[in-house]
């Protein structure tokens, strides 16, 4: 059993930068792969950012290319999303979540946060 912790949204203006945090008790937290998915009002969960295990392999959705980057410190059992030249259409709940695999779909991710609200203002 993992338990999952955001922390970090806020409110920024266009063009701001934020950085998410997720805290995960637990056991052997680097074998799973963890992700951040976020949900707007109205829409569905959608896919972020996904980090393997060990780190060595990332993804990432289009829409967050290159703007976002997500990390892991495996001896600190955390997982980090920096979020960079935000824009209004990233506003949402962010969740982290995780998964035995990586994959991109919510519905093969186990565990999951609570949320953290990141509102980004034009």
């Known amino acids: 059993q993992l338990q999952l912790v955001e922390f970090g949204g806020g409110s920024v203006q266009a063009g701001g930068s934020l950085r998410l945090t997720c805290a995960v008790s637990g056991r052997a937290f680097n074998t799973y792969t963890m992700g951040w998915f976020r949900q707007a009002p109205g829409k569905e969960r959608n896919f972020v950012a996904a980090i393997s295990g060990r780190g060595s392999t990332s993804l990432y959705a289009d829409s967050v290319k290159g703007r976002f980057t997500i990390s892991r410190d495996n001896a600190k059992n955390t997982v980090y999303l920096q979020m960079n030249s935000l824009e209004p259409a990233d506003t949402a709940v962010y969740y982290c979540?995780?998964?035995?695999?990586?994959?991109?779909?919510?519905?093969?991710?186990?565990?999951w946060g609570q949320g953290t609200q990141v509102t980004v203002s034009s």
């Open positions: 979540a995780a998964a035995g695999i990586l994959k991109t779909t919510p519905d093969k991710y186990d565990y």
